[in-house]
């Protein structure tokens, strides 16, 4: 019988590629994706159509409204910072979602010890990763060490483990990774503040990211820059 | 300037306990209910009186629907056991949900975050516990750890706290405890199958366990158990 995953399927770029892993990896797909009120949904309308070409076995998509708690651009009333340089990315953005990564997480090992799925695919990234602090791979073994006390399967003698296969990659190289797998990353969105129809800003902070990745192992991203 | 606490409210005895106890400790007060698709959801109505009593300064009450990633009594259709001996309560019962404590204290740590609250109240017991893993002041440890290396606040050198001040009393004690501090234990729902009216079955485990802790202090439970 094929090992069960659960993957944090966003629709973007990063979660987009694990998927591509984890199946390469023949572990039967659950992909969770997780609707939190962000502003960018376009995200939701990707994940359905990526999980769907991953021909995986089951789709959840959450709703859970953490704009209720307030306190970042993806989520309230607040500007997502655009053309931001470097050394400004460096530091915590108002994009941050408070405890995002450990909420998304939660809820995978909920799915995850009900499937009887030992193995969780985050696509999060500490290096080019927005200075978010649940990027970071301490945090990641943390959340994997309190997963292994919180669960019955832990109890059980069994062993959860959190997959972070993009962690130590830059942008450009999950990018070639991807492509190796055969990703289409023009079915994928990443923009925090796309246009209507789905088209990226080119300027937030996740489109700079990405343009730059592309750009640094030239290629080209299938998506439209058109501003 | 009153420090802030995100109290995790069900609406039942201990988390009612803890409330009352944070309240006393001069806290300003958040309290935070999930309604997880839990089949008690008479709680949701206690906590929301409860709430409102203590005059918290906000009381969220978040959708999530844990029933979608079924595996439990609390949220499907598999039977709630009822009349249980000790000896069967110490294993881990089927009214246990995946991951419920660690979803919960995610969703506290994403409020607490936002509302620059570094303290986080939530009434688990280890000892009168039916058997959760997710109670254990070894879970909670390192939850705690996990929480300081996932947000803003740990980077920024602030520690939030996570207080479990039920963990190590007997339901005896805790009802004693809350007693003490004027709690009106007639307003809490603890049954995991109440009737329509809201009064407790009497014989699940929770019910079991209530009515063992009235009785061994010799105190009448104010709920009307009239199977």
């Known amino acids: 019988m094929k090992k069960r995953a659960v993957i944090l399927l966003s629709g973007g770029l990063d979660s987009t590629t694990c998927l591509a892993?984890?199946?390469?990896?023949?572990?039967?797909?659950?992909?969770?994706?997780?609707?939190?009120?962000?502003r960018h949904d376009?995200?939701?309308?990707?994940?359905?159509?990526?999980?769907?070409?991953y021909n995986v076995k089951k789709h959840s998509i959450l709703n859970i409204n953490l704009a209720k708690f307030g306190?970042?651009?993806?989520?309230?009333?607040?500007?997502?910072?655009?053309?931001?340089?470097?050394?400004?990315?460096?530091?915590?953005?108002?994009?941050?979602?408070?405890?995002?990564?450990?909420?998304?997480?939660?809820?995978?090992?909920?799915?995850?010890?009900?499937?009887?799925?030992?193995n969780i695919f985050i696509g999060v990234?500490?290096?080019?990763?927005?200075?978010?602090?649940?990027?970071r791979p301490e945090f990641i073994k943390s959340f994997e060490k309190?997963?292994?006390?919180?669960?019955?399967?832990?109890?059980?003698?069994?062993?959860?483990?959190?997959?972070?296969?993009?962690?130590n990659l830059t942008k450009g190289e999950i990018i070639k990774l991807g492509i190796s797998l055969g990703v289409n990353y023009g079915l994928t969105s990443?923009?925090?503040?796309?246009k209507e129809n789905g088209d990226p800003c080119g300027f937030c902070d996740a489109c700079i990211l990405r343009v730059k990745g592309f750009h640094s192992i030239s290629e080209k991203d299938p998506l439209r820059y058109n501003n």
């Open 21 to 38: 892993l984890a199946n390469k990896e023949s572990f039967e797909l659950f992909a969770l994706t997780i609707n939190y009120g962000q």
């Open 42 to 53: 376009f995200e939701l309308k990707a994940s359905k159509i990526i999980a769907n070409l």
């Open 71 to 118: 306190g970042s651009a993806l989520t309230d009333d607040i500007e997502v910072p655009k053309n931001r340089s470097e050394n400004e990315m460096s530091n915590i953005p108002v994009t941050y979602v408070p405890a995002r990564n450990t909420v998304f997480l939660s809820l995978a090992l909920a799915w995850a010890e009900s499937l009887k799925a030992y």
């Open 125 to 135: 990234n500490s290096l080019d990763y927005s200075g978010y602090p649940d990027c």
């Open 146 to 167: 309190t997963a292994n006390l919180a669960t019955k399967i832990g109890v059980e003698g069994e062993k959860m483990s959190i997959h972070t296969p993009l962690i």
């Open 190 to 194: 990443t923009c925090y503040d796309p």
